[in-house]
């Protein structure tokens, strides 16, 4: 229920439900969220708040929109396992457009860059990938 004295933004409020209902299972990978017309008008909302809310969800990568379909709930990728080898370390950074593009990265998905003694990087999506030591 969205309390609009309260001092929490409405939009995260609204985040907060939707977030509630994905991680309940309620909302499972793959299904649309509710139109942000009927999002609206179920909360007594504007859809400008409405799109604020999603636009939170999709920075936490929980959603994603695929316009003029709607909104989905994301659907997890496979896990690919690295086995990190001898002095090589790891850092994370959030990724640059190319890689974004490439790896298909939603909205605030950090990106992990292992790095070898050498100094060749490769970079992993940080969603996608399990690190492991021999």
């Known amino acids: 229920m969205i309390d ?9 409020q609204l985040a907060d439900l939707l ?9 499972g990978p793959g299904e649309p969220l509710p ?13 400008t708040t ?16 695929d316009r003029p379909r709607g909104t989905f709930v994301r659907v997890p990728e496979p896990v690919q396992v690295v086995t990190l080898a001898r002095g090589e370390h ?4 959030m990724p640059t457009d190319a890689e974004r593009r490439k790896h298909r990265l939603g909205e605030g ?4 860059v292992v ?15 399990q690190l492991t030591r021999p």
């Open 4 to 12: 609009h004295s309260a001092d929490r933004a409405v939009f995260r």
């Open 19 to 27: 977030r509630d209902r994905i991680q309940s299972g309620e909302l």
């Open 35 to 47: 139109s942000e017309l009927r999002l609206a008008q179920d909360h007594g909302l504007s859809r």
């Open 50 to 65: 409405v799109r604020q809310a999603i636009g939170q969800l999709r920075t936490e990568g929980l959603v994603t929109v």
């Open 90 to 93: 790891v850092g994370a950074r």
């Open 109 to 112: 998905v950090p990106v992990l």
């Open 115 to 129: 790095t070898t003694p050498e100094g060749t990087e490769t970079v992993h999506p940080a969603d996608r990938v």
